[in-house]
Each structure stands twice: as structure tokens, then as C-alpha cells.
């Protein structure tokens, strides 16, 4: 679990550091603030800033803009790791080292924009045998020019995680490598299992296939509970085939609930978004057991009067499968729920985070974390965080 955190040089995020960190994270501030940003730069750490979530977190943004977009051979959108660059402070590769990007707590994960050649010398081993030994050479940008004299340096990506450093150039497609299109899970066991519940919702079909993984486990009952705190009439739920897809190899798969009090199947989607969102949160869960739950825009879909309850479950489950979670706001009705289940939580730590630019002339609008914690949630107020 990450007992702090420091972003330096990600996006609009200069240098931020958090000094405390909690179980349960809410994070909150204006439109702009910083809030989502935080949560992908936990996102990227989690996975290692791996090259399909790189890929996934630039496509998302339309960062990889382009009036002469080529694709593949496999048809997909083809995406260089010269796109990075927005994902750096000002969206410019930097031209000092120093300015690469750092995530991270105990152990940082960096983003660096190198030069290198490749040095070859031959070695004779003991029977005579020549062997051609390569070796990349970094360059410091300060020695680019005279560098350049003698050999060619390549410009590239470096990402060090501390356990393994990888260099891709600059020019080199960013590949897709096996990977879910909303959870990074654990491929090697450096990458720490990271759900993330975007602010829109997942469709039907990621929905069933989460759900496939959890049917008939008790993990089942927690869904169903969840899902009545809307309606408590609700019985069962299942993912049937929709059999108004059109014809192909995988049919569409509908959310159908059964209630107590009628013979009727009736489509969750009928039900309103609060089902569906609140369904996308509690089957996000489960995948990141052991590892961290990111949700943007906690609020998205759900009245204020069942965002007390939702909290609640995400507080216990947090607990039940030592999962981190971080999640984002800028309504004072989830500032309020939140609050109230932090403060009766005595088991785990509920931390409120208000990201806003600094005041002071010398921060030069930086953006800045402030941290509540469960002492402080008791008498904090509206006007204190600026939400709106």
C-alpha cells in the first residue's frame, strides 16, 4: 500500500507530493485541477508504465492526433513512442535529464527521454573464437553536439521501474501486448493489480465478462447486496444473449434481474444508470484484490442518498481484500457521504486529498496537495476545499 506518493513532471503536475496517504483516498477539487491526472499517474505506476496501458492511456486521450494516421498489419491504429511527449509536464519532451517524469513512494518509476549509440567490440574467448559484444551507450543531451562528431545518437524512451529498465526509440511503434482494455492485471509479478472505473460506463459485455469471473461464488451475494441499496426487491442477476444483435461469432450479452416481487426478467439497463453504476463499482473490485481500485468521478450515476451506502461497501471490501483505493469528486453531497464513513470507519484510514494550485507567487500556480485526514474531516467544511 502506498503511504505517500510523488508525481513530479507528469502532465500539469509539476511537482507534487502527498504526504499521507490512506485505505480509502477521495480526491477532490475544481474542473482542471489535476484530480484525474493523479489517478493515471497511480495507474501507470501500478503497471509499470507497461506499453499497452501507454498506449491505451494516449489513444484515450486523442493524444496520437495525426491527418496521416497509418495502421498495422493487424489493422490497428499505428502509435510511436514520439506521442509521449504529452504525457510530460507541458506536453515537450524535456532537454535536461532532471525533467524526466518520477512516480512513485519507497521505490519511483521514471520516464526519461535519452540519446544512445550502440558501441560494438569484438572479444577473443579462450579458443580463439571472436564474439561481437553490444552495448547501448546513453549521452548526456549536454554532450549531444560533440557526440555527434563521431557517432549517431538515437533518441528514445527510457522507463526504469527499479526493478527492470526498458528503452524504446523514439520512432518505433508503441505495440499491443496481451492485456484487458480496463484492468492492468498482473502479467509479472512486479505489476501491482489495477482496476479502473473510468467516469462513463463500461459496456454490457465488460460487465458479463467480469462477471463470469465471480458467478456462483459468494462474491455474487456482495453484487446483489450492493444492487439493492437501490431496490431492495432485487433477487438475481444474470447476462443473457441479446437476440437482437446483430448475427456474428460472439453475441452481445444483456444484464437481466429477477425481483421478489414480480415474475417479470427486466433489463438492469431499465433500471436507471445508479444500477449500472453502481454494478461497474462493485465488479471492479474484485479484480484488484490485493493491489489498488482507481474510479473517476465517484458520484457519476448515483443519487446522493445512496452514496453513503456505496461508500460503506467500498470501505469493506477495501478492507476484506487489502485493496488501496483512490477515487475522485468535485460534489460536496460525495465529500459529505464520504466524510460520514470515514469518521464511524475506525478500522481503516479514510483520507480526503484537495489538489489546487498554490497561491503563493513563487509556486508560479504549481499545482499542490492538501491532506485531511479522519481528525480533520469532523470540522472541515464547503468553503475549505473549493469544490465548486
Not at 527499479?162 to 523514439?170: A, M, P, Y
Not at 492492468?184 to 463470469?212: G, M, Y
Not at 445508479?274 to 481500485?293: C, E, H, N, T, Y
Request: glycine residues 4%; contains cysteine.
Amino acid at each position: 500500500m502506498l503511504n505517500n506518493l510523488h508525481i513530479k513532471n507528469f502532465r500539469m503536475l509539476e511537482d507534487l507530493e502527498i504526504p499521507k496517504l490512506g485505505r480509502v483516498n477521495l480526491i477532490v477539487g475544481k474542473n482542471n485541477s489535476g484530480k484525474s491526472t493523479v489517478l493515471e499517474a497511480i495507474r501507470i505506476f501500478a503497471g509499470k508504465a507497461n506499453s499497452s496501458l501507454l498506449r491505451e492511456i494516449i489513444l484515450g486521450h486523442d493524444e496520437s492526433f495525426s491527418f496521416e494516421s497509418e495502421v498495422n498489419s493487424s489493422g490497428q491504429q499505428i502509435l510511436t513512442w514520439a506521442s509521449i511527449r504529452h504525457l510530460f509536464n507541458n506536453r515537450r519532451l524535456p532537454t535536461d535529464e532532471k525533467n524526466g517524469i518520477v512516480i512513485g513512494s519507497e521505490k519511483n518509476l521514471t520516464i526519461d527521454y535519452v540519446y544512445y549509440y550502440i558501441e560494438t567490440k569484438e572479444v577473443v574467448d579462450e579458443n580463439g573464437d571472436v564474439d561481437v559484444i553490444r552495448k547501448r551507450i546513453f549521452v548526456p543531451q549536454a554532450d549531444l553536439k560533440r557526440i555527434s562528431e563521431t557517432e549517431n545518437p538515437i533518441p528514445a524512451i527510457r522507463i526504469r521501474n527499479g526493478i527492470r529498465t526498458s528503452v524504446f526509440d523514439l520512432n518505433d511503434e508503441i505495440e499491443v501486448t496481451r492485456s484487458s482494455p480496463f484492468f492492468q492485471r498482473s502479467s509479472a509479478k512486479e505489476i501491482t493489480n489495477c482496476s479502473h472505473v473510468p467516469t462513463d460506463f463500461l459496456n454490457a459485455e465488460a460487465l458479463a465478462n467480469l462477471w463470469d469471473k465471480i458467478a456462483l461464488s459468494p462474491k455474487e451475494d456482495q453484487v446483489i447486496q450492493a444492487l439493492q441499496i437501490i431496490d431492495g426487491h432485487l433477487d438475481r442477476l444474470t447476462f443473457v444473449e441479446d437476440i437482437n444483435s446483430p448475427p456474428s461469432r460472439n453475441k452481445n450479452r444483456l444484464a437481466i434481474v429477477k425481483l421478489n416481487n414480480s415474475d417479470e426478467r427486466i433489463p438492469l439497463n431499465s433500471m436507471g444508470d445508479g444500477m449500472f453504476r453502481i454494478l461497474q463499482l462493485v465488479l471492479s473490485v474484485f479484480p484488484a484484490k490485493d493491489g489498488i481500485l482507481l474510479i473517476d468521478e465517484f458520484e457519476n450515476g448515483l443519487h446522493f442518498s445512496v452514496q453513503e451506502e456505496v461508500w460503506r461497501i467500498i470501505f469493506k471490501l477495501a478492507e476484506e481484500l487489502n485493496i488501496q483505493v483512490f477515487a475522485t469528486t468535485h460534489s460536496w453531497d460525495c465529500i459529505e457521504s464520504f466524510t460520514k464513513v470515514a469518521i464511524e470507519n475506525k478500522k481503516e484510514d479514510g483520507v480526503l486529498l484537495k489538489v489546487s494550485k498554490s497561491k503563493l507567487t513563487s509556486d508560479n500556480g504549481k499545482v499542490i496537495a492538501t491532506v485531511y485526514d479522519e481528525s480533520e474531516l469532523k470540522t472541515i467544511t464547503a468553503s475549505d476545499l473549493e469544490v465548486r
